[in-house]
């Protein structure tokens, strides 16, 4: 288990909802992180985002799949809470 997931499951078990909803943004802060290496990795020109953008919906729709229906509310409650905010790595060059 990786050290996010274990402080998410820790949190979990204090009960102590600060604590679980800053477990959380970390955790979903280190998988954008990831994803965001992803985009470095293979591209950052604009023809790539398409690309990416068809990975990740179909990533998603086979994680619905097999979802239960636990994660599937958990999912729709983050999604009311979650804000996207995009910081330029080019620092605003292009």
């Known amino acids: 288990m990786n050290p996010y997931t274990r402080n998410l499951e820790l949190a979990v078990l204090?009960?102590?909802?600060?604590?679980?909803?800053?477990?959380?943004?970390?955790?979903?802060?280190?998988?954008?992180?990831?994803l965001s290496a992803v985009t470095r990795k293979y591209g950052t020109d604009s023809a790539f985002h398409g690309l990416i953008?068809?990975?990740?919906?179909?990533?998603a729709a086979?994680?619905?799949?097999?979802?239960?229906?636990?994660?599937?509310?958990?999912?729709?409650?983050?999604?009311k809470h979650t804000m996207t905010c995009t910081i330029d790595a080019r620092g605003g060059k292009r």
């Open 14 to 34: 204090s009960k102590d909802s600060e604590r679980i909803n800053r477990e959380t943004e970390r955790l979903m802060q280190a998988i954008a992180n990831d």
């Open 53 to 59: 953008l068809a990975v990740v919906d179909s990533f």
């Open 62 to 79: 086979s994680l619905r799949l097999i979802a239960d229906e636990q994660d599937l509310q958990i999912a729709a409650e983050l999604s």
